[in-house]
């Protein structure tokens, strides 16, 4: 319909699509509708409104790991509203569509991402082209503005690069801060000095040593089997999980958090998607809970399917649902680990 210009009807049926996907679990198909909607909107004038449809769409689509078209959605809004947006909007919106689409393999999609670098570029900047186009080299006027913007954002934030990646777009500073050390070194001067931040309380006590025992106990880091096929959770969680001071090994399937629990590594907690490839996250917990050596090991399920009765079967000791759940991570780790025996 938007191709043939019946874009009223378009809008209609759209918004009729949303209503209904709001109810059901099929995020990405969510994402799609509300991205459809949004361009309806801006094309009858309703600017407004089709900017928060299209954030939302963005916001949806990483939510369920969809980041093609997270950055999809976040392409339309600068191809729809590009005129209608601010300099440092318009400009964040490119940013986080080039991260999310970084991987991308789509020749369509990366020829839209192109073509909106130009758009932010002439929008945003008014970065002058020369007549002939001589000498011109678009990836590194953009670079320029990124610099710009960085450099801009990071004054605006005292240095902090937390604050400036929220200032940016980035969802996750470690992304901003990656992008400064590879792109921007000349940058670095202007963050603020690191502070080491405040670690979890939750430490475990090393065993006893039969002789020459010293009265101070050493302390190690809680160490966490954490198993998930989708990266851009399994990022996150794990850096959720870092900033307390914990050590985190990853699995991106069953099978390879199985072999290491097979061959006798030590971990003191176990965090497990169910829906894994080659051995699901509820195979995983009924393996763990027969070795001898992981007995009293507490197991955590962060799923997308409620499988909690299932869970409760094969001995986990908590179930969370994501992503409602995820803000739950530590506070319930925290719990298990400071039950267990021998735990500060």
């Given at each position: 319909m938007l191709a043939e210009g019946r874009v009223t009807e378009a809008e209609k049926f759209a918004r009729s699509a949303v209503r209904v996907l709001e109810w059901g679990g099929e995020q990405s198909l969510l994402a799609e509708?509300?991205?459809?909607?949004?361009?309806?909107?801006?094309?009858?004038?309703?600017?407004?409104?089709?900017?928060?449809?299209?954030?939302?769409?963005?916001?949806?689509?990483?939510?369920?790991?969809?980041?093609?078209?997270?950055?999809?959605?976040?392409?339309?809004?600068?191809e729809e509203l590009g005129e209608h947006l601010p300099a440092e909007e318009?400009?964040?919106?490119?940013?986080?569509?080039?991260?999310?689409?970084?991987?991308?393999?789509?020749?369509?999609?990366?020829?839209?991402?192109?073509?909106?670098?130009?758009?932010?570029?002439?929008?945003?900047?008014?970065?002058?082209?020369?007549?002939?186009w001589k000498g011109f080299s678009l990836k590194e006027a953009v670079r320029r503005y990124e610099s710009h913007l960085i450099a801009?954002?990071?004054?605006?934030?005292?240095?902090?690069?937390?604050?400036?990646?929220?200032?940016?777009?980035?969802?996750?500073?470690?992304?901003?801060?990656?992008?400064?050390?590879?792109?921007?070194?000349?940058?670095?001067?202007?963050?603020?000095p690191v502070v080491p931040r405040k670690r979890s309380l939750i430490y475990l006590r090393g065993p006893r040593r039969t002789t020459h025992y010293r009265a101070e106990e050493a302390?190690?880091?809680?160490?966490?089997?954490?198993?998930?096929?989708?990266?851009?959770?399994?990022?996150a969680v794990r850096e959720t999980l870092e900033a307390e001071g914990w050590q985190v090994e990853l699995c991106a399937d069953g099978g390879s958090?199985?072999?290491?629990?097979?061959?006798?590594?030590?971990?003191?907690?176990?965090?497990?998607?169910?829906?894994?490839?080659?051995?699901?996250?509820?195979?995983?917990?009924q393996y763990a809970r027969n070795l001898p050596s992981h007995e009293g090991m507490p197991i955590?399920?962060?799923?997308?399917?409620?499988?909690?009765?299932e869970a409760r079967r094969a001995g986990i000791d908590a179930f969370l649902l994501k992503p409602e759940d995820a803000g739950l991570i530590t506070q319930t780790i925290?719990?298990?680990?400071?039950?267990?025996?021998g735990s500060d």
């Open positions: 509708s509300l991205t459809t909607h949004g361009i309806a909107l801006a094309r009858l004038g309703r600017h407004e409104q089709a900017g928060a449809a299209l954030r939302r769409a963005v916001e949806v689509a990483e939510q369920a790991g969809d980041v093609e078209s997270a950055g999809q959605a976040a392409l339309s809004l600068i318009l400009t964040a919106a490119y940013g986080h569509a080039a991260e999310l689409l970084s991987r991308s393999q789509n020749v369509a999609t990366l020829k839209r991402l192109s073509t909106c670098a130009r758009r932010v570029l002439f929008l945003a900047h008014g970065a002058p082209v020369p007549a002939d801009r954002a990071l004054s605006d934030a005292g240095g902090l690069v937390s604050r400036a990646a929220q200032l940016l777009g980035f969802k996750h500073h470690h992304s901003l801060s990656s992008l400064i050390q590879n792109h921007h070194p000349g940058l670095l001067q202007a963050r603020a302390v190690r880091p809680v160490s966490i089997l954490y198993a998930e096929d989708n990266q851009v959770v399994a990022d958090a199985m072999n290491r629990l097979a061959c006798g590594a030590r971990y003191d907690l176990l965090l497990l998607d169910n829906d894994l490839p080659g051995v699901s996250g509820l195979e995983l917990a955590v399920m962060l799923s997308a399917s409620d499988h909690r009765a925290s719990r298990l680990l400071a039950d267990r025996p």
